[in-house]
């Protein structure tokens, strides 16, 4: 399955979109997911603004398993982005 993510996302129709996208992202990983980090920072590195973050003590359901954490890091993203948005 991440073999076939990663070769999606460098399929290069899939790339180019999303190296058009301006909008910030922020995506999220929890620290003992089974599934790659390797797999979110691919994807972040195509996106122009984009940024990972890593819940710790988290696994794939970081809204579940460290609600608190999750809400700090969506806070903080949204600040940078209401930042970036305002220059």
């Known amino acids: 399955v991440f073999a076939s993510w990663t070769a999606a996302s460098r399929a290069s129709a899939f790339a ?5 996208m301006h909008a910030p992202a922020l995506l999220i990983h929890g620290e003992e997911d089974p599934r790659p980090l390797f ?4 994807l972040a590195a195509r996106l122009p603004h984009a940024e990972v973050a890593v819940i710790r003590r988290a696994g794939h359901y970081p809204w579940l398993e460290e609600p608190e954490a999750l809400a700090r890091q969506l806070a903080a993203f949204s600040r940078r982005a209401q930042a970036l948005a305002s220059r």
């Open 16 to 20: 180019e979109r999303l190296a058009r």
């Open 39 to 42: 797999a979110i920072q691919d």
